[in-house]
């Protein structure tokens, strides 16, 4: 399944990030896995948050999923942009 990586300037723990997103992008939570929450987007792509590891001091980190890479393409501009405009945050993307 194709996966593009967002990195976002801001720090914050994944129950914050459920919390701002949700409401900025008006996405709702998907919690069939409890220890995995992630968001629903647009056309289906998901957005999954990565945790940091050991204790690591690292920007939030945004993993959106789809099976198929022009969706993916199409919502992920979309969520940049909104991210930007709506909250000032600066992103830079991986993969």
Sequence with gaps: MPTATIVTSVYLSKAEALDVLSQSLDAPWIT?????????????VRISIEVPKFGE???LTL???H???????????QVMNTLEES???QLH???
């Design 57 to 59: 001091d690292l920007p």
């Design 67 to 77: 099976d198929q890479g022009d969706v993916l393409e199409r919502v992920i501009a």
């Design 93 to 95: 993307r991986i993969g």
């Design 32 to 44: 069939d896995d409890p220890s995995d929450v992630t968001l629903a987007l647009a056309e289906g």
């Design 63 to 65: 993993d959106c999923h």
């Design 87 to 89: 909250l000032g945050w």
